[in-house]
């Protein structure tokens, strides 16, 4: 390797620079982690990083913290009868649990067995392809994902249009003239279903060329601030999209030869858009129509245009046609697949190519058990989970496995979630820590982070702004008695006969005692893609050792790919498919849905993150959770006069569902006035001690996760535009209750 190597004395370890990527969030941003022996002295943001180009977030830095935390997990834990967590072996926690789930399989059969796939999961490919093996090879159903609470109507518009679920486009913003950015919060986030390195610069970029950058959202976000703010209503995304592409049509604005050449079926346009009134759209997104016309006029006239939208339209009712009507936007002016559009990335590994041939990707397979939602990429929703598990009949939810996943916080109804895992013969749980989710487990077995483990961006490699290939090994060694995710998940699938692989004949090889190695498959899949070495046929190209021996990332292009769309498209005609009947359902339902607020609950409730969080952890390390950082709940001066609100007051929010207590207000009139947004994550328990000390609570509290609240088509849970109402707990010391 050609690290970097200072030569200290010969009686210490040496110190070795090496780089690496950051495995906390979808900008897999490129790291320093200096190194002495064992020791992980300091990580820095790299510089030379092809994407990230040498920024990193606070919550990458720290993340050596996480490694060193003292509540972390080190070794398997086993509930005991009084409810504590005792330590044992990892071999008796995995015999035990292999004899208890062989005799739940003997009993319920293998389609009793659930797995949960939590948000750290996208960053971990050993766990990623062991989890999706293992439902595979079980041939159950209750295979749950984080992303039916966060992007499933990405999954499935893109398996209609573009026939794949992993097909998804992304804005080219250092190429863009007009980006139009529609709740998303990339100053913050950094960037979700985009690699763009340094996002939040980036698009500073666009402005700094002449081009215009709009945001779309109902709080003058971290980002909102520093472009042209359009503030929209909760869940007004869909019917401002759509008045956009009425405009469009109407005004001759589209281009005709672009979905001439590049779609199918794109006369559904005429059939969605004409039954739409500008003024009903207009009232819904709380935008004059005015302001609709002439933003759609804009970014049609734009050179070159890109629409981006992220959770704030896609985790609310409309969810899939939010996301249809996005890339209709994208796709009617011409800009997809060109310079500055929404274009197709240039993986290293063409994940989207090997789950196609698995069979992997798919809308509508099958339906659920209980609700019958269609499955979206051998997928079912959370929302479900509760009734999975108490509904009786062939099929229902018995055992589960949850993997780097904290429902009990991060889904819907959240506490509904809990009692119902409370009703599971066994319940295990993959984590570092014992948050609200594992300490209901009857197994938490630990795993090693992302800086004790090999690996590459199997996810975000996909989305990457600029192209390039990354593969690592451990940074450090594990600490305590931890093992890999993939480790734990292929020895589990041992103890009950499966390898946890959904190829065809990956069973048989079992029998035969062979296992392919998830890092083993993935290097073949380099190997023999469009940017393998094909085993020595093409020496200039791409390995796992190859990367694996190059201290950094491998610059694969400058730019963005164009002109690429049919040799993208998984779809039969290798054009974009339009029509569906889905989107005429769903515009049908959405035009006969209800604009009115409830008069008991007249605010809208959006969630909000934070800087220092990733979803509901990262609340345990003292860098990360300063002195006086606390949940604030954020309100408009307007409301805060209505409802009797002070700055810094305790205050009370209710929802049809359930209600909490938020420690702090925040008055500012960066909140639309009706609308107010609160962290979700918040208000821990378990053993992590600092993020329980640090309080808060749980806006999943306040959600339902009732089947017709979900986004129908794809069963996404909304959790976002949640009707509330308020009150002050001033003076009232109830908060200390
Ligand atoms: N620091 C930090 N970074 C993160 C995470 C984190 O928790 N913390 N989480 C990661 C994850 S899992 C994801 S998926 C990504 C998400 O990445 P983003 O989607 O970019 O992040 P959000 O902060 O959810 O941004 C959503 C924005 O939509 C706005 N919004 C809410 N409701 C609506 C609405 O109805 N319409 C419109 N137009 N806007 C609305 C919100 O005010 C917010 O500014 O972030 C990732 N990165
Ligand atoms: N109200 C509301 N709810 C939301 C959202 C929202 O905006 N509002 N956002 C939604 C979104 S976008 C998402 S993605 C989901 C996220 O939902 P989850 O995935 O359930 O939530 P996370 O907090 O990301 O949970 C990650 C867990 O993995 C553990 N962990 C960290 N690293 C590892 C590892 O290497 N291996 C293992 N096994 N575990 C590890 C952490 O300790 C943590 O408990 O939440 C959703 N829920
Ligand atoms: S932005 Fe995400 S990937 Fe980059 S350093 Fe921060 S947490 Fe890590
Ligand atoms: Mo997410």
């Known amino acids: 390797m050609s690290a970097s190597i200072n030569n200290n004395t010969a009686s210490t370890k040496q110190i070795i620079d090496k780089k690496i990527f950051c495995g906390v969030c979808e900008s897999s941003c490129g790291l320093v982690a200096t190194v002495q022996g064992d020791e992980l002295l300091k990580l820095r943001p790299d510089p030379d990083h092809p994407n990230s180009n040498g920024f990193a977030c606070s919550k990458g830095l720290a993340f050596g913290a996480v490694r060193d935390d003292s509540d972390r997990v080190l070794q398997p834990l086993k509930k005991s009868e009084d409810g504590s967590f005792v330590a044992v072996s990892w071999q008796q926690a995995l015999d035990e649990i292999g004899e208890r789930l062989n005799t739940i399989i003997k009993q319920h059969g293998r389609d009793s067995i659930g797995l949960y796939q939590g948000n750290s999961v996208a960053w971990n490919f050993g766990a990623f392809l062991n989890l999706f093996g293992m439902a595979g090879a079980l041939k159950t159903k209750h295979l749950y994902s984080a992303a039916s609470i966060d992007i499933n109507g990405y999954w499935l518009v893109s398996q209609l249009l573009y026939g794949s679920n992993f097909l998804n486009p992304i804005p080219d913003v250092s190429r863009t003239d007009f980006m139009l950015c529609i709740g998303a919060n990339p100053a913050v986030s950094h960037g979700s279903m985009a690699n763009i390195g340094r996002f939040r610069d980036t698009m500073l970029g666009v402005t700094q060329r002449g081009?215009?950058?709009?945001?779309?959202?109902?709080?003058?976000?971290?980002?909102?601030?520093?472009?042209?703010?359009?503030?929209?209503?909760?869940?007004?995304?869909?019917?401002?999209?759509?008045?956009?592409?009425?405009?469009?049509?109407?005004?001759?604005?589209?281009?005709?030869?672009?979905?001439?050449?590049?779609?199918?079926?794109?006369?559904?346009?005429?059939?969605?858009?004409?039954?739409l009134s500008l003024k009903q759209a207009s009232e819904a997104a709380g935008i004059s129509v005015a302001n609709i016309e002439q933003l759609a006029r804009d970014f049609a006239a734009a050179p070159s245009a890109c629409a981006y939208g992220r959770c704030g339209m896609s985790i609310g009712p409309f969810a899939t046609l939010s996301k249809y009507f996005l890339d209709v936007l994208n796709i009617a002016t011409g800009n997809l697949d060109r310079e500055g559009g929404w274009c197709f990335a240039r993986p290293f590994i063409d994940l989207e190519e090997l789950m196609h041939r698995l069979k992997s990707t798919g809308y509508d397979r099958w339906r659920t058990r209980v609700d019958g939602f269609p499955e979206v990429a051998g997928t079912a929703p959370v929302v479900s989970i509760p009734r999975e598990i108490t509904t009786p009949g062939k099929g229902q939810l018995r055992a589960m496995m949850v993997i780097g996943a904290n429902p009990a916080t991060s889904s819907p109804a959240a506490g509904e979630l809990r009692d119902a895992f409370k009703q599971l013969?066994?319940?295990?749980?993959?984590?570092?820590?014992?948050?609200?989710?594992?300490?209901?487990?009857?197994?938490?077995?630990?795993?090693?982070?992302?800086?004790?483990?090999?690996?590459?961006?199997i996810f975000t490699q996909s989305h990457s702004g600029v192209p390039h290939a990354q593969w690592v090994s451990a940074t450090v060694k594990p600490r305590?008695?931890?093992?890999?995710?993939?480790?734990?998940?292929?020895?589990?699938?041992?103890?009950?006969?499966?390898?946890?692989?959904?190829?065809?004949?990956?069973?048989?090889?079992?029998?035969?005692?062979?296992?392919?190695?998830?890092?083993?498959?993935?290097?073949?899949?380099?190997?023999?893609?469009?940017?393998?070495?094909?085993?020595?046929?093409?020496?200039?190209?791409?390995?796992?050792?190859?990367l694996l021996e190059n201290n950094g990332a491998i610059k694969l292009a400058d730019k963005l790919p164009t002109g690429i769309l049919k040799k993208r498209m998984f779809t039969k005609d290798k054009k974009v498919n339009l029509d569906h009947a889905v989107f005429r359902t769903e515009m049908t339902r959405l035009?006969?849905?209800?604009?009115?607020?409830?008069?008991?609950?007249?605010?809208?409730?959006?969630?909000?993150?934070?800087?220092?969080?990733?979803?509901?952890?990262?609340?345990?390390?003292?860098?990360?959770?300063?002195?006086?950082?606390?949940?604030?709940?954020?309100?408009?001066?307007?409301?805060?006069?209505?409802?009797?609100?002070?700055?810094?007051?305790?205050?009370?929010?209710?929802?049809?569902?359930?209600?909490?207590?938020?420690?702090?207000?925040?008055?500012?009139?960066?909140?639309?006035?009706?609308?107010?947004?609160?962290?979700?994550?918040?208000?821990?328990?378990?053993?992590?001690?600092?993020?329980?000390?640090?309080?808060?609570?749980?806006?999943?509290?306040?959600?339902?996760?009732?089947?017709?609240?979900?986004d129908l088509p794809s069963g996404n849970a909304t959790v976002n535009g949640i009707s509330v109402r308020i009150r002050s707990l001033r003076d009232k010391m109830e908060m200390a209750s």
């Open 211 to 275: 081009g215009r950058v709009v945001v779309i959202d109902p709080r003058r976000s971290e980002t909102a601030e520093l472009f042209e703010h359009l503030p929209i209503r909760p869940n007004g995304d869909v019917w401002l999209l759509a008045a956009m592409l009425k405009v469009i049509f109407d005004e001759g604005l589209a281009d005709l030869e672009a979905l001439e050449t590049q779609c199918s079926g794109s006369s559904i346009l005429s059939a969605l858009l004409a039954p």
């Open 480 to 546: 305590g008695d931890v093992r890999d995710d993939a480790w734990i998940m292929d020895e589990i699938s041992k103890r009950i006969g499966i390898v946890p692989a959904d190829f065809p004949g990956a069973q048989l090889l079992g029998k035969l005692g062979i296992r392919p190695s998830p890092s083993f498959l993935m290097d073949v899949g380099l190997r023999t893609g469009p940017e393998g070495d094909w085993f020595g046929l093409r020496p200039s190209g791409l390995s796992r050792k190859k």
């Open 591 to 710: 035009l006969a849905s209800s604009l009115a607020q409830d008069k008991n609950y007249p605010l809208s409730l959006i969630s909000q993150r934070e800087l220092r969080s990733q979803n509901t952890w990262l609340h345990n390390i003292s860098k990360l959770v300063v002195a006086d950082r606390v949940q604030r709940l954020r309100i408009h001066p307007n409301d805060a006069a209505l409802y009797g609100i002070e700055e810094g007051d305790a205050v009370e929010i209710s929802s049809p569902y359930g209600q909490i207590r938020v420690p702090e207000a925040r008055i500012s009139d960066e909140m639309m006035p009706g609308c107010l947004a609160l962290p979700h994550g918040w208000g821990h328990e378990g053993g992590w001690q600092r993020a329980v000390a640090v309080g808060g609570a749980g806006y999943n509290q306040l959600t339902t996760n009732r089947a017709d609240s979900a």
């Open 425 to 457: 013969d066994l319940l295990i749980s993959q984590d570092i820590y014992i948050t609200e989710t594992s300490r209901l487990a009857d197994y938490i077995l630990p795993p090693t982070t992302w800086l004790e483990r090999e690996g590459f961006p």
